[in-house]
């Protein structure tokens, strides 16, 4: 069992940035996709960014929103970020990561195997 624990949330004005960091209890994690969702109250989980094992390959639900959400990971230190830019109110929400062995092309979060307990991002207006 895989244990992913994220941090990095808070509350933030419209326009600002933060940078959510995930981390692993095994080493195994360099391995594994690796993946953000978000649940805003009332909604469903859905998904944000993934990674590959490498870091070399990423996919975005929304590639336009690239440039504001960016995922990357240092296998090195056992970490994945997704760095928040010219966040807006609409993007409050807990923010999750997930791990899957294989593939990281997946957006469903019943594709992904391994969960954390969320990190919470409050945007104010």
């Known amino acids: 069992q895989v244990l992913l624990v994220e941090s990095g949330g808070g ?3 419209a326009g600002g940035s933060l940078r959510l960091s995930c981390t692993a ?3 195994s994690f360099a391995l594994r996709a690796v993946g953000w969702f978000r649940q805003a109250p009332g909604k469903e989980r859905e998904f944000v960014a993934s990674i590959a094992e490498s870091g070399g390959e990423t996919y975005y639900e ?3 929103e690239k440039d504001r959400f960016t995922i990357s990971r240092d296998n090195a230190k056992n970490m994945v970020y997704l760095q928040l830019s010219a966040l807006k109110p609409e993007d409050t929400a807990v923010y999750y990561c997930a791990g899957r062995s294989g593939s990281y ?3 469903l979060p019943s594709s992904w ?3 954390g307990q969320g990190t ?4 104010s207006s």
């Open 25 to 27: 209890s095994a080493p």
């Open 11 to 13: 509350l933030v004005q």
């Open 105 to 107: 092309y997946y957006r």
């Open 62 to 64: 929304d590639e336009s």
């Open 113 to 115: 195997d391994y969960w």
């Open 120 to 123: 919470q991002v409050t945007v």
